[in-house]
Each structure stands twice: as structure tokens, then as C-alpha cells.
């Protein structure tokens, strides 16, 4: 099945830099990857997306890039804010609507 | 519009105990799917039903967890008997059958802890 490899694990970034969180996949068939941003006590909620037909999209401060070439993609945020503090998932999906998701990345934005 | 509705939120239990979970999802929403999400990991997918059916639960432990979905719209996930490596928060998402965006959307989680 599906592998999702995500680095960092944890991510430590003075308020107002950027932070950039990396994933790898193994199924070629992937062609959906979206990018999960989960506060404490919630659930995983949806920020960005990107279709295997796009190398990029961008959402005011966040964009995601897309090498389906390597299978790996990006996720970056720009002028980071406190409220951006959180645990950051990548996800991918083949067949179905079957998500498989990364080990979770945790960011601490220090003000 | 209302979101994912899970309950309880925390549940404390001895090994070989039993628990149920119940999740409503958002209105309409045909898919509905199970997740354990393990401290520190990412959510990993038990089950998955589209409407009543099920479509994959390839990787639900199956000689002790079960799960329902009667009438398409509210699911229980049942553990029983319950094992130390069975804490976790359980997640309950959904999505729509019309469009293939693929977006999930979580209930905050039931909380099980079992000592």
C-alpha cells in the first residue's frame, strides 16, 4: 500500500519567517494531495490541496508545490504567525477517496 | 451547517473492557470513515463506508473491532475486548459523493485511554 514519509517531525520558526514541511510517496497512482492542519484537541481540517495535473498553488500565505516526478511535495508557509502554531499532515490519495496520511509534523511559531 | 458529531469525547476503560463510538456526519454527506490516530502519528484509516456499504475496512482489526453504519447515515464503532494499544483518538470524517475533491472533514475525535 501507500507510504508517506514527512519531514520534519517538529519545526521550531521565529514569528514572521517561513516554514517549509516536506513529503515523499511511493504509489505512482497518487493524484490528490492535501495538506491538514490540526489544533490542539481537534480534528484534521483541510488548508490546501493540489491536483497531480498542477505543479503549484498558492493560498494567500500558503503554497504547495508538487514534483510528481520525485513524488514529493511541499508545503510552505510565508510570514508565519502565532496562530499558525499547530501539527501539519500531508496526505495522499490513489484509488477511491482513500487518504493516507504523513506522521504529522508539529510548528511552533515563536513570537 | 453543522460539522462532524462525535461522543463521547473521552473515554477511560481497563483492558478487555468494551467501547462504543457514534459519529453523525454533516447532512448529505454519503462517505463516512473511521480513523485511529495513535499520539504522535498521523490518522490511519479503519473503515470507510459509502452510504451503508462498506468499501474498505482492509485494515480494521477485525477480531475486535466492528463497525456499523444503519440506514446510511450514523456510525458506531465498537471495540471489544479493548487492548492497552488500542488507546488512541478515534476519528470519525465525511465527504460528499458529488464532486471528487477529496476534502474530509473530521469531528473532533473520541478520546479513549485504556489502562
Known amino acids: 500500500g501507500e507510504n508517506v514519509e514527512q519531514h520534519p517531525s517538529t519545526l521550531s520558526v521565529q514569528e514572521g519567517d517561513s516554514a517549509v514541511i516536506k513529503c515523499t510517496y511511493s504509489d505512482s497512482a497518487s493524484n490528490y494531495f492535501p495538506w491538514y492542519k490540526q489544533e490542539l484537541g481537534k480534528g484534521p481540517q483541510l488548508i490546501i490541496d493540489?491536483?497531480?495535473?498542477?505543479g503549484e498553488k498558492k493560498d494567500q500565505r500558503i503554497a504547495v508545490t508538487l514534483n510528481k516526478t520525485a513524488k514529493h511535495f511541499s508545503l510552505h508557509i510565508t510570514e508565519t504567525q502565532p496562530e499558525d502554531s499547530a501539527v501539519y499532515f500531508c496526505?495522499?490519495?490513489?484509488?477511491?477517496?482513500?487518504?493516507?496520511f504523513g506522521g504529522g509534523t508539529r510548528v511552533l511559531v515563536k513570537p | 451547517e453543522a460539522g462532524v458529531a462525535q461522543s463521547p469525547r473521552y473515554k477511560i476503560i481497563e483492558k478487555r473492557q468494551s467501547v462504543a463510538f457514534w459519529c453523525n456526519p454533516i447532512?448529505?454527506?454519503?462517505?463516512l470513515y473511521w480513523y485511529q490516530q495513535i499520539l504522535g502519528q498521523g490518522p490511519k484509516l479503519l473503515i470507510q463506508?459509502?452510504?451503508?456499504?462498506?468499501?474498505?475496512d482492509s485494515q480494521l482489526p477485525k477480531d475486535r473491532f466492528s463497525a456499523e453504519r444503519l440506514k446510511g447515515v450514523d456510525s458506531t464503532l465498537k471495540i471489544q475486548p479493548a487492548k492497552l494499544e488500542d488507546s488512541a483518538v478515534y476519528l470519525c470524517?465525511?465527504?460528499?459523493?458529488?464532486?471528487?475533491?477529496?476534502?474530509?472533514?473530521f469531528g473532533e475525535g473520541s478520546r479513549l485511554t485504556v489502562l
Open positions: 447532512s448529505g454527506h454519503a462517505t
Open positions: 496526505a495522499t490519495r490513489a484509488a477511491g477517496n482513500k487518504l493516507t
Open positions: 470524517a465525511s465527504s460528499s459523493l458529488a464532486g471528487d475533491n477529496g476534502e474530509l472533514f
Open positions: 463506508f459509502q452510504n451503508n456499504g462498506v468499501v474498505d
Open positions: 493540489i491536483r497531480s495535473n498542477v
